[in-house]
């Protein structure tokens, strides 16, 4: 089975700052990750995903993620932050072979102040 | 171009109520699955469907079924309603390939009194 730690439940930055939302997994198989972003009131949509290959994945919104082996860690980070990145952020990870149960964690709750 | 409908938005039940919350895709895919929203806890899978006629528990079963007769639509019942079900439920779908992505529905947000 996989799990899913997301060390901070909020994160408050101010705008053009970078920031970094921390996630860590548990798994004794391969696995897939994905970040997810939930905006206020919203279904969840995807951010970007790692299946395998380069370990430093691009996705959407300017956000980028590195998969880390040895640390079982998948952070998420973007340079310089907008207003309009305010939301929850997901990590989420399913096992390769297992890959119908997708395991999200806790979330983070990114506040982007003026 | 409609992706995953969810209804209703709101629904206020009683303890011991039953009811069943709608979900619907026009994308064509195969696999389908119910989720709930808690604050803290993240998002935990209920229920999932590879495809008609075939459905599978996720991890927290308990006080939900789930049937999927079509491909579009896969409906998520509640036998009898308890508090701890208070919760907002999303749907999601997604192409049968382990590597594409979930497409959410905006959520049933559901209180049970």
């Known amino acids: 089975a996989q799990s899913v730690t997301q060390l901070d439940s909020q994160v408050p930055v101010f705008e053009e700052a970078p920031v970094e939302l921390r996630c860590n997994y548990s798994s004794s198989v391969s696995v897939y990750l994905f970040w997810y972003v939930q905006y206020p009131n919203q279904g969840l949509q995807l951010l970007l995903k790692?299946?395998?290959?380069?370990?430093l994945v691009k996705g959407i919104n300017g956000f980028e993620a590195e998969f880390n082996k040895s640390q079982t860690s998948f952070h998420l980070r973007k340079p310089s932050v907008h207003i309009s990145d305010t939301a929850e952020y997901f990590c989420?990870?399913?096992?390769?072979?297992?890959?119908?149960?997708?395991?999200f964690g806790q979330g983070t709750r990114l506040t982007i102040n003026p | 171009n409609a992706g995953v409908t969810q209804t209703p938005k709101f629904q206020v039940l009683k303890t011991g109520q039953s009811m069943t919350l709608q979900c619907a895709q026009d994308?064509?895919?195969?696999?389908m699955s119910w989720y709930r929203q808690d604050p803290g806890m993240g998002l935990r899978l209920i229920h999932y469907?590879?495809?008609?006629?075939?459905?599978d528990q996720g991890e927290v079963p308990n006080g939900y079924n789930v049937s999927r007769s079509t491909t579009e639509d896969f409906p998520l019942r509640l036998l009898s309603a308890a508090p701890s079900q208070t919760s907002v439920y999303f749907c999601?779908?997604?192409?049968?390939?382990?590597?594409?992505?979930?497409?959410f529905g905006n959520g049933t947000r559901l209180t049970v009194t």
């Open positions: 989420a990870v399913s096992g390769i072979q297992g890959a119908q149960k997708l395991v």
């Open positions: 469907s590879v495809g008609a006629g075939i459905t």
């Open positions: 994308m064509n895919h195969e696999y």
């Open positions: 999601a779908s997604r192409r049968d390939s382990y590597n594409s992505p979930l497409h």
């Open positions: 790692y299946l395998s290959g380069s370990t």
